[in-house]
């Protein structure tokens, strides 16, 4: 592989807390050990290729900023397969083990579908031969169901039965070029699968498409032998008004009532977390205690801003409740840390790709070993498990076993005759400690 993308920049290396280099990790070793794990391997940190590489920095006010030398601008395979150099020369440089792709980021669509995945079959050699020479895998891979006009109404939910078929065509595919490169995910975001307005929509129909969709997809990956993960990516809305796969609860009704829980889990999203007004260490606590926590999709939004903006995470605070929940289950593998964000449309250098993984990855490293301090002193575990004291004893006891009626309780309470005193939830007081650790 040339290297000659990033020529100014070198291998990204840890320097420690107290190193001034902006080109350095000061809190992510890759090699240091927390709660039994390599940072690499608990956090499984990856670049995505749609922001990274083929972010444009337009907005709905104006065209791209991006200064990107490495990229003609053109659609063609030649360029595509130019801009492959550039991405894992990048993604190697800052030490990222993992990478993302819609099918539509990395190979340029064609005028059929033939020529579409003639395109991607030519990119994913360039993609197999790259991941080969720098050792870096991919997470997950997904199709791009939503740019193009086609899928106005949708995909799997389109009302129009074509373009169901053309969606699952190419989702096939998308499978097939993930297994082909060693994908240890598969993820589904519904792009515009939802609705903008109940008029015009059979709700029940499209919500019965979109599960055949999915059962139809993980028959596909059960036939050709594809056994990585797939992942359900909740959003509330963006740019439909009503997302199906609004939020994580609404993820798990879907995929329970429509018995596509042994199949799927959930990709969570920060910024998206935001959109559907709930916090992320919610989307993920809810998650994981469903069993259904798989990966996540780094990122932030602006609390000014009411849209998906899709920045790179800086809050020591959001990362340490991220990691809180995710140690909790060990970690997310299969899944990951992907980062789904993108550098301000003002910081359009090439050098800035690089402050911005550096600072997710940082920001990630240090939420993960204050997490782990504050779960190796117990002081939030403990403040929990005496809070719910009442029910480990007598009648708390027996409500959880199920060996009580709503007339034993009421015997209960007429005996007694008023509950036993409250006690304080201490919030402010655990929020003083959790800064103890900052
Ligand atoms: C868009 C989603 C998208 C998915 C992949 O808001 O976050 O980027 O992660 O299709
Ligand atoms: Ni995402
Ligand atoms: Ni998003």
């Not at 515009?192 to 929509?201: A, W």
């Not at 403990?382 to 009626?405: C, H, L, P």
Request: include cysteine; aromatic fraction near 10%; proline fraction near 4%.
């Amino acid at each position: 592989m040339s290297q000659q993308h990033f020529p100014d920049v070198p291998k990204i290396q840890f320097e420690g807390p107290k190193s001034k280099n902006p080109l350095a990790f000061k809190h992510y070793n890759p090699d240091e050990v927390v709660e039994g794990q390599k940072l690499r391997d608990l956090l499984r940190f990856s670049v995505c290729y749609w922001h990274t590489f083929r972010g444009t920095g337009s907005d709905p006010f104006g065209p791209g900023t991006m200064l990107r030398p490495w990229d003609d601008g053109s659609n063609s395979v030649e360029n595509a397969v130019k801009r492959v150099g550039a991405a894992f020369e990048f993604i190697s440089k800052l030490g990222a083990p993992f990478y993302c792709f819609h099918d539509r980021d990395v190979a340029p669509e064609g005028e059929t579908l033939a020529e579409s995945n003639k395109n991607l079959d030519a990119v994913a050699k360039a993609l197999a031969e790259a991941q080969a020479s720098t050792g870096v895998k991919l997470l997950w891979g997904t199709a791009n169901l939503f740019s193009n006009p086609r899928f106005m109404h949708g995909a799997a939910t389109s009302c129009n039965a074509d373009v169901f078929a053309y969606a699952a065509a190419q989702v096939k595919k998308a499978i097939e070029v993930t297994h082909q490169l060693g994908g240890e995910n598969y993820v589904f975001w519904g792009g515009r699968e939802g609705y903008m307005n109940l008029y015009n929509t059979d709700m029940k129909r499209e919500l019965d498409h979109l599960a055949k969709f999915m059962h139809l997809a993980a028959d596909h990956a059960k036939s050709i032998g594809f056994k990585g993960q797939f992942l359900f990516e909740p959003k509330p809305k963006e740019p439909t008004k009503h997302q199906y796969d609004f939020d994580a609860a609404a993820c798990l009704n879907f995929l329970r009532a429509y018995g596509l829980l042994d199949k799927v889990k959930l990709n969570i999203e920060t910024n998206h977390a935001t959109l559907a007004g709930h916090t992320m260490q919610h989307e993920l606590e809810y998650a994981r205690i469903q069993g259904v926590l798989g990966s996540i999709d780094a990122n932030t939004g602006d609390l000014l801003l009411g849209w998906d903006t899709d920045q790179f995470p800086t809050d020591i605070y959001l990362t340490t409740q991220c990691m809180l929940v995710i140690l909790q289950q060990g970690g997310l593998k299969p899944g990951g840390v992907n980062f789904d964000a993108k550098v301000r449309r003002e910081s359009f250098e090439p050098l800035d790709l690089f402050h911005a993984h550096i600072g997710g990855m940082d920001t990630f490293a240090r939420g993960t070993k204050i997490a782990a301090a504050i779960r190796r002193d117990g002081v939030l575990t403990n403040f929990v498990k005496n809070r719910y004291r009442s029910f480990d004893t007598g009648i708390g006891q027996k409500i959880e076993a199920g060996t009580v009626t709503f007339a034993d309780l009421e015997k209960y309470m007429l005996e007694k005759g008023n509950p036993t005193p409250n006690e304080s939830g201490r919030q402010e007081m655990l929020e003083n400690i959790v800064n103890d650790y900052l």
